[in-house]
């Protein structure tokens, strides 16, 4: 009975969660396809009653599946089976999580920037050493990261940034169609395939592929999208590229073709 979802999420024992416009938090038993009850305290429920949720990550180490919403962080204790709210930044949204490959925990702010979410769960602000853009009050729609550890930032019309895992090399990319310098387009996701290429999609100007693991080489791919206003982007293990987006439904674009088809 719930058409409109946000995002869907498997945890380590096969559940499925789902976010809804509705039901804002669904999580379904993987055996009876039964709706499971999630334990919260007061505050995780206001949060879940109020705002969206916009993604969620499971970090086994942790013990955790970590939810990004409007309204802040929640944490649901895998052990303890309990739902709370961890943030207290005065209901800064959260758009984004991704754990990598150095151990940390990061969160994307709609509005504030990058985050981390420490073992204790303290959320900060995210320090740059050497900073060549300003992320404090950027507004960050995807976090993912490549085959070296590196660290992609999806920017919302902004651009990419890039936070390398070892050395200090920052790197700004604006995303247009000219490569003039200026970033054109209202970025909302961003994903590498198997061999390295970056997939970028955007609110307005569709859907934009690198000819390798540079971002100065990304131009769009459009052919056959039946809309350009792109919300999500993801790619299967045979390199697929499925395509999410407003108005438009789910698209695909197998390996080796050019043209998005239904």
Not at 40 to 66: D, F, K
Not at 100 to 106: E, P, V, Y
Not at 226 to 238: E, G, I, T, Y
Request: with cysteine.
């Amino acid at each position: 009975n719930e058409g409109f979802i946000t995002c869907a999420f498997t945890d380590h024992t096969g559940d499925l969660w789902l976010s809804c416009i509705r039901h804002r938090l669904l999580r379904i038993d993987r055996e009876s396809y039964q709706e499971v009850e999630i334990q919260m305290t007061q505050s995780a429920s206001e949060v879940i009653a109020t705002y969206t949720v916009n993604e969620l990550i499971e970090v086994p180490e942790r013990h955790a599946i970590y939810i990004a919403t409007d309204g802040g962080i929640l944490k649901f204790d895998t052990q303890s089976q309990l739902l709370s709210l961890i943030t207290d930044n005065n209901n800064i949204p959260f758009s984004a999580l991704l754990f990598t490959d150095d151990r940390q925990l990061l969160a994307g702010s709609d509005s504030h920037g990058l985050w981390t979410v420490d073992t204790n769960d303290k959320v900060q602000p995210y320090k740059l050493t050497e900073p060549i853009y300003d992320l404090s009050m950027a507004k960050v729609k995807d976090i993912a990261k490549d085959r070296h550890g590196n660290i992609i930032i999806a920017l919302l019309q902004k651009g990419i940034y890039v936070i390398p895992r070892r050395t200090s090399n920052y790197h700004y990319y604006p995303i247009s169609y000219n490569h003039d310098g200026r970033n054109t387009s209202a970025i909302t996701s961003v994903v590498l395939d198997d061999i390295g290429r970056y997939w970028i999609a955007t609110d307005g100007a569709g859907v934009f592929c690198s000819a390798n693991s540079s971002l100065d080489t990304a131009l769009p791919v459009n052919d056959g999208l039946r809309s350009l206003q792109m919300q999500s982007l993801s790619v299967d293990k045979r390199g697929t590229v499925w395509a999410g987006s407003y108005g438009g439904g789910i698209q695909c674009l197998t390996k080796g073709s050019s043209t998005f088809v239904t």
